[in-house]
């Protein structure tokens, strides 16, 4: 059995909107690419192998996609599905790849429910996903398949969560709303403004670098940051619709987390230590493929981005994407692992490398 997980591909509209203007937050142009990946793992000697592909987060961009115009952060279920058949709409080739590899014997696909995907929560909106792939996709916050613990990560950054139970609002009309974190308001209402004027802005790494370096290189953008964050943290604290930590010491903690990802091999290493069910971990979120090994043998894996990520480390002064995925290859029934590895998918004519792998 293989066990396949890819995250934070944050599908949009499409690149071009239907009067072919450009569309400044799309961040996702693999469909091509991803549509030749579900065609290797489901036809040839993958045809009739048992694979669990698991979408661990992030997959649709559902925080910036305007209804007639109107960036809202009072997002209820059918506003949700109104999305989703427009980011349909601009990815048609993603969503009948998922359709075919369904359609495959010894296929399944689970959909692990990220930040930027919150809204998947609403049963609606998974019953139009399913709907739209003719399939049944099963939906969760994490996911452990023998002994494999994969869930997408937002829970550890505190911008980037709210309490569980706090998890959905009572909303205009009595409706159920989602609540919104703090950084997800920001990717809602503020980073648009941002994204007309630096398109590049929210996919660089790392971030904090970046907005030094325009302190000294590009002074009137670093104030725009400053002043419609400034705003967008005074907004968010007042509304009806949001049900956030509040306070001047929680605001600052909101602000040093906002450009410093936290150190999720930490968190893993937490999660393998409170449970001795698992021997692997792997999450999404952070947009950077990692590794590491514990002791005993037991693993954490960052399954990355299918996004270009613009760079400003004087190392590696590029854009990179790199198309990561994580397999792990186990017997279906005892859950023996034979083999874990990070790969880089390159197309049908050379199908992947794996960077890094530990064989059993």
């Known amino acids: 059995m293989l066990i396949l997980v890819v995250s934070d591909f944050h599908l949009g509209r499409g690149r071009y909107f239907s ?31 048992e694979i669990h592909l698991v979408l661990n ?40 790849a998922i359709k075919d590899f369904l ?11 990220g930040n930027h995907d919150a809204a998947m929560a609403f ?15 099963s ?24 309490d569980e139970k706090d998890y959905f609002l009572i909303g205009p009309g009595d409706k159920k709303v989602i609540n919104l974190p703090w950084a997800s308001l920001f990717c809602t209402l503020v980073l648009p403004k941002l994204k007309k004027e630096r398109p590049y802005f929210d996919k660089i790494r790392p971030l904090s670098a970046y907005i030094k370096w325009c302190i000294f290189h590009d002074f009137h953008f670093f104030w725009r940051i400053v002043y419609l964050s400034a705003v967008h943290f005074l907004k968010a604290s007042s509304s009806e619709y949001s049900k956030l930590n509040r306070g001047l010491f929680a605001t600052f903690k ?85 083999n874990s590895s990070v790969n880089s998918w390159f197309g049908s004519w050379k199908p992947y490398k794996e960077e890094v792998s530990s064989r059993i």
């Not at 599905?81 to 009948?96: M, T, V, Y």
């Not at 359609?103 to 429910?113: A, D, F, L, Q």
């Open 19 to 49: 009067n072919g203007l450009k569309n400044i937050l799309e961040d996702f142009f693999e469909d091509e690419k991803f549509a030749e990946f579900l065609t290797y793992y489901s036809t040839g000697k993958n045809y009739l192998k």
């Open 57 to 96: 987060g992030d997959i649709l961009n559902l925080l910036q996609i305007d209804i007639d115009g109107i960036f809202t952060h009072v997002v209820d279920e059918q506003l949700t599905i109104n999305a989703l058949q427009l980011i349909h709409k601009g990815h048609p080739i993603f969503f009948e």
């Open 103 to 113: 359609k495959k014997p010894n296929k399944m696909i689970t959909y692990i429910i």
């Open 123 to 137: 049963e609606g909106a998974q019953k139009k996903f399913n709907q739209i792939v003719e399939g049944n996709l």
């Open 139 to 162: 939906f969760a916050f994490f996911q452990n398949i023998h002994g494999v613990y994969i869930e997408h990560g937002h829970r550890f950054d505190v911008v980037n969560t709210v």
């Open 254 to 338: 909101m602000f040093r987390h906002f450009t410093h990802y936290p150190r999720f091999d930490k968190v893993a290493k937490k999660i393998l230590r409170k449970s001795n069910q698992y021997s692997i971990v792997i999450l999404g979120h952070v947009h950077l493929s990692e590794w590491r090994r514990f002791p005993e043998g037991k693993q954490y894996f960052n399954s990355g981005s299918w996004n270009i990520i613009p760079s400003v480390d004087v190392a590696k002064h590029e854009d990179v994407a790199k198309l990561t995925y994580i397999v792990v290859d186990l017997h279906h029934k005892t859950g023996i692992i034979h």
